[in-house]
């Protein structure tokens, strides 16, 4: 279990009075946070990005202090705020503002950009469209995937080809979501490093062959507020990809993340930060070291709820199994998950997307 320590509080406690003297509309209520007993640790990765570049960064103190910070939240729970990711505020703010502004157009709007089996699964799916181990989830979405070129893939591709549904309205929507996905995907790139170091490996360690075309998803999700408790917005789950960014309203707690200890924890929102995660493929490539983790939504809030999450992936084509230097260094680690094998990233994706929109694909 990851203990909420005196660290950890204090830490909280600089970010937000940090914060509360940019940005006046923040509320946010730092002895409500204390109250829990376990929480997800909170991580300064700045000296991380700042070093990102350097051949050096190994030696760098402030990075040494990051890395053993991500070794530790990974071994522990596998999530962790990002603070010092050096994303604007501005920019994650106005890309939850133009989400909900989308969400709270009327229904025949929204289906301008339907998803369907034939445009590659890519647009809005209503609510009770999507299902998580079999259970209709009460959310929303937009999906969207990085584009592939015609043919390139031969048949596996050929499920998810076609062109993402942007908003037209506001008209620079999908310039802003086009730049927030180059940043997050950059992010993901320099927390892959920091996870390759806190490994024992050299920073590059995933930029070999299986990453040099990173593939990418992102789910813009609007929960609706509720006026009973436990609805199941999304059902217990791990994510499939290599990491994962979540960008979530600052007012509303509903992420849950299963800690080793079978507990529940709130990932309780922390302005400005992102919530990251590691999904099967890091637990595939990792030799089992790092476990992807359970996590569900349960959204007890009257109010509309908002979650952009970035999945920063493999190629799309890669044969993703344990690398050298961590079956070597990691020799005796039992990996007893079924998804612990070697896989097909762009299969194993196809699969997970076909089962959860099978009802779609009858439907259409």
């Known amino acids: 279990m990851v203990i909420y320590h005196r660290e950890l509080k204090q830490s909280l406690h600089t970010y937000v009075r940090k914060k509360s003297k940019t940005c006046s509309n923040i509320s946010f209520d ?10 997800l640790p909170l991580i300064d990765i700045s000296p991380l990005v700042a070093k990102c570049d350097d051949s050096d960064m190994a030696e760098d103190t402030g990075v040494v202090e990051v890395v053993q910070k991500l070794d530790k939240a990974f071994r522990d729970v596998g999530f962790f705020y990002v603070i010092g990711h050096g994303i604007s505020e501005a920019l ?17 709007e929204k289906l301008k950009i339907k998803i369907t089996p034939a445009g590659g699964y890519r647009g809005y ?28 893939f031969g048949d596996i591709g050929k499920v998810l080809e076609g062109q993402n549904q942007w908003l037209r309205n506001p008209q620079e929507y999908k310039d802003v979501m086009e730049e927030y996905i180059k940043l997050c995907t950059d992010l993901s790139r320099y927390i892959l490093r920091g996870i390759s170091l806190a490994l024992g490996g050299l920073p590059y360690e995933f930029g070999g062959k299986m990453l040099r075309d990173p593939f990418w998803v992102m789910r813009i999700i609007g929960y609706p507020g509720v006026n009973q408790g436990d609805v199941i917005g999304c059902g217990a789950h791990t994510d499939y990809g290599l990491l994962t960014l979540i960008n979530q309203d600052d007012d509303k707690t509903a992420l849950q993340v299963k800690n080793v200890d079978g507990d529940w924890i709130p990932a309780i929102p922390i302005p400005g930060s992102f919530i990251c995660n590691i999904g099967d493929m890091l637990t595939i490539l990792t030799n089992g070291v790092y476990e992807s983790t359970l996590h569900k939504v349960i959204n007890n809030s009257p109010k509309f709820r908002v979650c952009v999450a970035f999945f920063y992936e493999t190629n799309f084509d890669a044969e993703v199994e344990p690398l050298d230097i961590f079956k070597e260094k990691y020799p005796r680690k039992l990996v007893t998950s079924q998804i612990a094998k070697r896989v097909v990233y762009g299969q194993n994706l196809i699969n997970k997307v076909q089962a959860t929109f099978a009802n779609l694909v009858e439907n259409s």
Do not use: W
């Not at 730092?30 to 929480?39: A, G, Q, R």
């Not at 799916?125 to 390139?152: P, W």
């Open 30 to 39: 730092i002895e409500m946070v204390t109250d829990f007993k376990s929480l």
């Open 92 to 108: 994650i703010n106005k890309v939850k503002e133009m989400t909900h502004q989308f969400f709270q157009l009327p229904y025949e």
């Open 125 to 152: 799916q209503r609510i009770g469209v999507n299902f998580t181990s079999g259970i209709q989830d009460m959310h929303e979405a937009i999906d969207c995937y990085r584009e592939l070129k015609q043919g390139k």
